[in-house]
């Protein structure tokens, strides 16, 4: 996962953000809720106690490098992709994100197409490991 290259802090706020989007759109589907679950043991955040209170750019701000802003982007709209769809309010989300990075609305596409590339790579790798 990229996310190794994040600081703890950086990781603490993208679990948060991670949570804020799954809960834009005020529906929270299954595979969500499972991606969620995974990141946060992935990260070795299991008992991490989110503080909802928090800004999102507050948490924008705990992201200090283009890299790392842009390993957070990636993640979420992989979050936001998880049921092959974005809803308007978790593209309103992720367009405050890119805004709080001061990163161009107009790369979300390009990061979009590899963030979801990313996934279909790995959906293919998870599916080889389970025929062999």
Same mark, same amino acid.
């Given at each position: 996962? !990229?996310?190794?290259?994040?600081? $703890? *802090? ?82 309103? +989300? !992720?367009?405050? $994100?890119?805004?709080? +990075? ?14 979801? *590339? ?13 025929? *062999?």
């Amino acid at each position: 996962m !990229i996310t190794e290259l994040l600081t $703890v *802090n950086e990781k603490k706020a993208l679990i948060s953000l991670s949570k804020k989007l799954i809960n834009a759109d005020g529906v929270i589907v299954a595979k969500e809720k499972q991606v969620y679950e995974i990141m946060l043991e992935l990260l070795s955040l299991k008992r991490y106690k989110i503080d909802n209170k928090t800004s999102t750019k507050s948490l924008c701000n705990t992201f200090k490098t283009q890299r790392s802003k842009i390993i957070c982007l990636l993640e979420l709209i992989g979050i936001a992709w998880v049921d092959h769809s974005f809803q308007k309010k978790e593209k309103e +989300f !992720i367009n405050e $994100v890119c805004d709080n +990075f001061g990163i161009n609305r107009s790369k979300i596409k390009s990061y979009t197409k590899l963030s979801i *590339n990313m996934i279909r790579l790995n959906q293919e790798l998870i599916s080889i490991l389970k025929i *062999n």
